[in-house]
């Protein structure tokens, strides 16, 4: 089988935390609510010869909560990645920022604060599936004005 078939011609080169702060007020988060918070910031994209490349950095605002709206657990997490395609438009590679890129940082985001909320004491802490086509759907202006990653 060769393997230039199946490869895509977006690929994940690198990722890394941004920022990361965990808050516990208390351990017992049983009976509680999970609230997310998500943004997504997509650098300009950045040409060099027949290659794309562009950062997208997301951020995840976790905060537990018990019935009377009392903050147990706050989680915030940044992540960038980066990304590269070779002989793709503009377009099409945001495109693949979106629908491809963001789900594979959000999942790394997932494993991460699984592993801190574990090891911080407290019972360990699932962020759900995020649709991000919907996300992206109500949220595609906000990203087109922040374009320029700082």
């Known amino acids: 089988m060769e393997d230039n078939k199946i490869m895509s011609e977006f690929q994940f080169i690198d990722s890394y935390i941004k920022n990361s702060n965990i808050k516990i007020y208390n351990r017992d988060i049983k009976n509680s609510k999970l609230e997310l918070g998500v943004e997504v910031n997509i650098s300009e994209i950045r040409e060099n010869k027949n290659e794309l490349s562009a950062e997208l950095r997301l951020k995840n605002i976790i905060k ?4 009377n709206e009392d903050t147990l657990v706050e989680i915030e997490v ?8 070779h002989n793709m438009d503009k377009d099409k590679f945001m495109q693949f920022m ?34 991000y086509v919907e996300f992206f759907k109500n949220n595609d202006e906000n990203i087109e004005k922040n374009k320029e990653v700082k």
Do not use: C, H, W
């Open 98 to 131: 979106k629908f491809s890129g963001t789900p594979i940082i959000s999942q790394a985001i997932r494993s991460y604060v699984m592993n801190i909320s574990a090891l911080s004491g407290i019972d360990t802490i699932r962020i759900p599936l995020i649709n």
């Open 78 to 85: 940044e992540m960038a990645g980066i990304f590269k395609a």
């Open 64 to 67: 537990i909560r018990n019935q």
